[in-house]
């Protein structure tokens, strides 16, 4: 019998490269996208994973931050796919990169909504197809969950309510046989790095103790460890050069 997987957050980098990786892997893939302007990008991914892969693929317009666009997602793949969901890889997120006395109640909330909020209501939502089948859930956290980060406290706080909300799902659902696991990216090199002055990202890179920015394919490698584990559960992975020590 085929897969099938839900990405939230998966046409652009660290979510597209685990999005393929899904394909790879043999999982039919519902990918979400919110903009009008994400909905080509979204669709030429959907088109690779057929091509590549020999999957099915849908994209659906929902904004993950709202339950009734979650549900949505979460029917759509359900007409598409079937009754049961393998993989539900939650990966949606946004900063404001902000301090926090200039930033507003709307902009926190937002952060926090897409960041975390989202994941619960996909969680919510998605679990009742995976309960009792071996199936997993993996949610993106952050080493600004683990660690502080200026100018990203509401990102913190969010990405730190990951690893809680995973490690209690975890618990909760292993007798059930879902697990529950998170991966914490370090800084990976996607088109916001490469926006930046390169002499300050070498100079950021220098801090790193194996001394580079991680790969998109680094966060997609541990997807794929994640999925294929079948005695992991409740544990962060985080690909981060060193930079954050467990």
């Given at each position: 019998?085929?897969?099938?997987?839900?990405?939230?957050?998966?046409?652009?980098?660290?979510?597209?490269?685990?999005?393929?990786?899904?394909?790879?892997?043999?999982?039919?893939?519902?990918?979400?996208?919110?903009?009008?302007?994400?909905?080509?990008?979204?669709?030429?991914?959907?088109?690779?994973?057929?091509?590549?892969y020999g999957v099915e693929a849908i994209a659906v317009q929902a904004d993950v931050?709202?339950?009734?666009?979650?549900?949505?997602?979460?029917?759509?793949?359900?007409?598409?796919?079937?009754?049961?969901?393998?993989?539900?890889?939650?990966?949606?997120?946004?900063?404001?990169?902000?301090?926090?006395?200039?930033?507003?109640?709307?902009?926190?909330?937002?952060?926090?909504?897409?960041?975390?909020?989202?994941?619960?209501?996909?969680?919510?939502?998605?679990?009742?197809?995976?309960?009792?089948?071996?199936?997993?859930?993996?949610?993106?956290?952050?080493?600004?969950?683990?660690?502080?980060?200026?100018?990203?406290?509401?990102?913190?706080?969010?990405?730190?309510?990951?690893?809680?909300?995973?490690?209690?799902?975890?618990?909760?659902?292993?007798?059930?046989?879902?697990?529950?696991?998170?991966?914490?990216?370090?800084?990976?090199?996607?088109?916001?790095?490469?926006?930046?002055?390169?002499?300050?990202?070498?100079?950021?890179?220098?801090?790193?103790?194996?001394?580079?920015?991680?790969?998109?394919?680094?966060?997609?490698?541990?997807?794929?460890?994640i999925l294929e584990a079948p005695y992991l559960t409740g544990q962060v992975i985080?690909?981060?050069?060193?930079?954050?020590?467990?």
């Open positions: 019998m085929s897969k099938n997987a839900i990405i939230t957050g998966g046409s652009r980098g660290l979510g597209a490269a685990m999005t393929k990786t899904l394909g790879k892997l043999g999982y039919n893939v519902a990918i979400n996208y919110r903009s009008d302007s994400s909905k080509v990008i979204t669709e030429k991914i959907v088109k690779e994973l057929k091509d590549e931050s709202k339950f009734e666009d979650c549900k949505k997602l979460v029917d759509a793949t359900i007409e598409a796919f079937g009754e049961n969901i393998d993989a539900l890889v939650n990966n949606a997120g946004i900063t404001n990169n902000c301090n926090f006395i200039d930033l507003q109640p709307e902009d926190y909330e937002n952060v926090i909504n897409t960041n975390l909020v989202s994941m619960m209501h996909m969680c919510h939502l998605a679990l009742p197809y995976m309960v009792d089948r071996d199936t997993s859930i993996v949610c993106t956290s952050s080493i600004g969950g683990m660690t502080g980060v200026i100018n990203q406290a509401d990102y913190c706080a969010a990405k730190s309510g990951v690893i809680g909300l995973m490690r209690a799902l975890a618990l909760e659902f292993s007798s059930r046989k879902v697990r529950v696991n998170a991966i914490a990216p370090g800084m990976i090199m996607t088109d916001m790095l490469r926006g930046v002055n390169q002499d300050e990202l070498n100079a950021l890179a220098a801090t790193i103790p194996l001394g580079h920015i991680g790969d998109v394919s680094d966060i997609a490698g541990a997807l794929e460890y985080s690909p981060n050069g060193g930079f954050v020590l467990q």
